[in-house]
DNA sequence: CGTTGAGTTGACCATCGTCAACAGGAGTGG
DNA sequence: CCACTCCTGTTGACGATGGTCAACTCAACG
């Protein structure tokens, strides 16, 4: 568990005894955005996805979280997004206030908090370049980039990568419709860059999307 | 400052030894992406844009720092963007090494930075729902309201807010081009939402603007 | 004055969104 | 077992939003 990383034995057992596991199906919600935060997770499998709704009901996906990813870095007051499973997910849970007083006692894990948070912050910051100055082409691109270098920490450098998320996911994410992701996949795939399998792409001409996707 | 607000007396002045204060004139470089992050900063008057390049010349401005914003939040060993001076700047600088050392000393001081970082976090996440699911027309007026509670802040509520970054900045900022920002204001300023004066804007229509801005 | 850079405006156009239709698979109920 | 629905994904035709290119104004500055 990666914000364990920082603790040694005696803390982890600390930890162990306020953690609580849990599994939810594909499609339910872990939390909602703006109700207050009860709880902190870390996702033990499975894919969930993390968004934000404007009252018209369009939808922005801020991110995805993946085995591993910890949820509410933030300790804040209220939830800044909701989340929901994207396949079967099982999750370790604590009270938001357990973790608060196990962080007081531990400025170690604070620290530890603090570096992911601002990791988190830096993607997001990499997600503005993607939404704000990036062709469709190019979005399609940096998000398989992206989410080839995060399951290889996850399951280990692989060419086939599994898409857990829907198109109109994706689109949410990066700031097109469902039909121009779907069309340029299909592009992609015809130009040999890619071959689209169930639930998920192979890439096959990586060097090519990694020059679409460069910095 | 506002990173010190959790220190006591003793903490300050602790602080305040080690700080280099100093000023830079307009289009001056704080610092560069990429570059070691020898130093972090509290701006203490003018205004700083924060922005990535990408290989080919596009440019995402990632945020404006204002009087009292601090830079450096995640203490990474390298800047995740370039900052350079709108106006003239005046800045109170710390090495990164001082600061990192002070933190393990005032654990708290920790935890205010982390809460910077955060809500830091919860505004990038904002701003990925503007690049990625607003008109040009919720572009700017989220633009101009967020930017006239960040004034707020530092000048006190007002309806003619600063403006010291250039069309350009701001198209960089929301992902448009100049012309179209430029477009925009002036259909707003011909429709009686706003009043473009010398260096800023003056809010007409407050409510039409939330109304186009709202999460 | 001449130069430079910001801002504005117009004409035109491309990318991507919209709307619509359809295919295929999963689940459901007769 | 089959018909039916629902959902996701795909594809096409069309159009609008915002980008591109170009020209011009104006203020600042030497």
Excluded at 157 to 174: E, K, Y
Aim: net charge neutral.
């Amino acid at each position: 568990m990666s914000v364990c990383a920082a603790l040694d034995p005696d803390e982890l057992s600390a930890l162990n005894r306020l953690a609580h596991t849990f599994c939810v199906n594909a499609k339910q919600t872990l939390f909602e955005q703006d109700e207050p935060a009860g709880n902190v997770y870390n996702i033990t499998s499975g894919s969930v996805r993390l968004y934000k709704l404007l009252p018209d009901g369009r939808r922005q996906v801020v991110g995805f979280a993946l085995p591993g990813d910890f949820l509410g870095l933030s300790m804040a007051e209220k939830n800044a997004f909701s989340a929901d499973a994207l396949t079967s997910v099982t999750a370790c849970q604590f009270s938001r206030q357990d973790f608060s007083d196990m962080i007081d006692k531990t400025p170690h894990l604070l620290r530890r908090l603090h570096s992911l948070a601002s990791h988190e912050l830096s993607l997001a910051q990499d997600q503005m370049v993607i939404l704000g100055r990036r062709t469709a082409e190019e979005k399609i691109a940096s998000f398989l980039m992206g989410l080839r270098k995060r399951w290889a920490k996850v399951s280990g450098a692989s060419v086939t990568i599994p898409l857990p998320m829907t198109r109109q996911d994706i689109g949410d994410f990066l700031g097109l419709t469902v039909e121009t992701v779907s069309r340029l996949m299909t592009r992609l795939a015809r130009e040999k860059a890619i071959v689209i399998v169930p639930d998920g792409v192979r890439l096959l001409d990586i060097p090519r999307l990694e020059r679409l996707a460069e910095t």
